[in-house]
């Protein structure tokens, strides 16, 4: 499900999932279709770990990732390095991802680099 806003998220967030509702700021723009699918991905996460599981993961691992961080890019790279956020973008271009996908497939991005 995709709710589109003027106000949520604010920018520069585009787009934000919450509990598998994406809500979209449409001042930036409607959502490619390698967007939705980057979305989709985060969906099928929360539905395995749940939503509540999910978040807590979500940012134990963003402020682990930050405290090792040591660049002034440090809270952007640690986003980027979230397992659930290095599955999403690096399978965003696959139209066929979510039909190949393995439950826990982000697992598989746990390793500790970018
Ligand atoms: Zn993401």
Redesign the pocket.
């Known amino acids: 499900m995709i709710v589109r806003s003027r106000h949520f998220p604010r920018a520069p967030f585009h787009a934000i ?1 919450l509990c598998g509702i994406v809500f979209v700021n449409t001042r930036l723009g409607e959502l490619t279709a390698t967007e939705r699918r ?2 989709q ?2 969906t099928w996460q929360q539905w395995e770990l749940t939503p509540v599981g999910f978040y807590l993961w979500y940012v134990a691992e963003w402020a682990v990732r930050l405290w090792c961080s040591r660049s002034a890019s440090g809270p952007y790279r640690a986003y980027r390095s979230i397992a ?2 290095r599955e ?2 690096d399978r965003q271009g696959n139209a066929a991802y979510l039909r190949e996908r393995k439950p826990f497939a982000w697992m598989c991005y746990l390793r500790r680099g970018a």
């Open positions: 999932n980057h979305e991905i985060h659930f956020e999403a973008y």
